[in-house]
């Protein structure tokens, strides 16, 4: 596997996520993760596969995986789900939104609840919307986990991610992590999003990266 540019120039999230941030955050960590997961497919090649997500789904129990296949899989669809502030529509327009209102009544119950589960979050990790057999869910993982690593009923097919590792943030916010969670929302792409849960998540499938 090769390292990816970013789907945008390294100073578009500016306005939360500076461009120092973000280069450091995908040249070093990201690719750390992709570095890693390549050393270890040489030494376990039964481990190799067409797409990340199926080494992810498959990587419960197995640590090289859960950390370098679950980092690399979980960056690609942070970064993708991102935009510029001034590029986003603010909130899902479609079937997601109805799910959503659905699920939690309001748009406004549904980021704060997300917001609650990122700020209990206690050390490194992520906060999810994924989808399982019964609908839509909000999740935390911890390090590099992914919901995608759960075993049978409970598979949760993620559409957003908020990684709330240290380097994701620090230079920008230091230790205010809640001001860069309530932030995130100034600069997630809806539309791609919902794209993600209509076509894949919905269906039980995971994005294929």
Known sequence: MSLTDLPYPVDFLSEVLPER???IHHDNHHKGYLT?????????????????????????GHVGLERYAGGLYNHYLYWWTLTASNCTNGAPIGKLLTDIISKWGTFEVF????????????????????VDKTGLQLLNSYYQLSPLMNTGDNICY??????LWEHSY????????????????????????EYFYEKYASELTAVPF
């Open 21 to 23: 941030i973000v280069q």
């Open 158 to 163: 993620p559409v957003l991610g908020i990684d």
């Open 36 to 60: 890693k997961l390549n050393e270890f497919i040489d030494k376990n090649m039964k481990y190799n596969a067409t797409y990340l997500k199926d080494l992810v789904k498959g990587a419960w």
């Open 111 to 130: 980021q704060s609840r997300f917001d609650d589960l990122a700020k209990v979050t206690f050390g490194n990790g992520w906060t999810w919307l994924c």
């Open 170 to 193: 620090y230079l920008k916010y230091t230790s205010d992590r809640d001001a860069y969670i309530s932030d995130f929302w100034k600069i997630v792409d809806w539309d791609i999003v």
